[in-house]
């Protein structure tokens, strides 16, 4: 068995993050994926973030067609700060022996990784995938994380991967990239401009109805 997980604030969830999801799934055979909205994003705090239970409905419905596709609301369950090292502890301990785990990322949030907590334990508890993005290469471990790290982690041409000590790789994959983001997605919103085709239908719906991002 092999599952995604795919964190996010999803501020509202956006194609991009679907079709990442969609690619990532088809490349690495993964089971599932599995959405996990953060409740408290800890490099967000000091950001207006729309209420959880808003991001979570927007994040199912623009999962429910797609039965490989699920959300966990762990990090609102759990309370606190949403740090990754607990939810991947979490589905470690809960989930059936043998499973393997794969932690999707973008390229922006993994280059920010050396701030989150635990992170050097992280990278060893779970596969990552890390989806760049156009112009982006990984020449050297050692650009992205601080030399005593990036020295535990060397590039196994067979796995087309850094592989670290216990065993669990780094992949950089290059996708079809979207160029959308949630941030000019609430601006258009705000704005009264037409946000179709940059999220699912039910998703643009559900702002509507709730009235969200009208005023930021
Ligand atoms: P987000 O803004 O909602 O984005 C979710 C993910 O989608 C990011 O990895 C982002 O990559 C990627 N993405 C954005 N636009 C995309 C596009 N057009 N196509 C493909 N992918 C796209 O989420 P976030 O606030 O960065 O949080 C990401 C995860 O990191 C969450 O699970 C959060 O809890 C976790 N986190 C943990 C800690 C910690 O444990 N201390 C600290 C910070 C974050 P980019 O980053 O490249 O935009």
């Given amino acids: 068995m092999k599952w995604g997980l795919f964190g996010g604030t999803f501020d509202p969830i956006h194609m991009g993050h679907l079709r990442c999801a969609?690619?990532?799934?088809?490349?690495?055979?993964l089971d599932r994926i599995i959405f996990i909205p953060a409740a408290q994003q800890p490099l967000k705090t000091d950001k207006k973030v729309t209420p959880f239970h808003h991001r979570e409905q927007m994040v199912k419905l623009a999962v429910e067609a797609n039965p490989p596709f699920s959300v966990s609301d762990i990090e609102n369950?759990?309370?606190?700060?949403?740090?990754?090292?607990?939810?991947?502890?979490?589905?470690?301990?809960a989930s059936p022996e043998g499973l393997e785990l794969?932690?999707?990322?973008?390229?922006?949030?993994?280059?920010?990784?050396?701030?989150?907590k635990e992170w050097e334990q992280l990278l060893l508890l779970c596969n990552f995938i890390v989806v760049t993005r156009p112009g982006y290469e990984v020449r050297k471990f050692s650009d992205i994380l601080p030399e005593y790290a990036a020295a535990q982690f060397h590039f196994?041409?067979?796995?087309?991967?850094?592989?670290?000590?216990?065993?669990?790789?780094?992949?950089?994959?290059?996708?079809?990239?979207?160029?959308?983001?949630?941030?000019?997605?609430?601006?258009?919103?705000?704005?009264?401009?037409?946000?179709?085709?940059?999220?699912p239908d039910s998703v643009r719906h559900y702002i509507s109805e709730n009235a969200l991002y009208k005023d930021l």
């Fill in 22 to 29: 969609v690619e990532v799934r088809e490349i690495f055979d």
């Fill in 77 to 93: 369950l759990r309370g606190g700060k949403s740090y990754s090292i607990d939810t991947v502890k979490h589905f470690l301990t």
């Fill in 102 to 116: 794969y932690f999707i990322m973008g390229q922006d949030a993994f280059q920010d990784i050396h701030r989150w």
């Fill in 156 to 199: 196994d041409t067979d796995a087309g991967a850094f592989t670290g000590p216990t065993g669990g790789a780094i992949y950089f994959k290059r996708l079809t990239f979207l160029e959308i983001s949630s941030t000019d997605i609430r601006n258009r919103t705000k704005n009264g401009q037409s946000i179709l085709y940059l999220v």
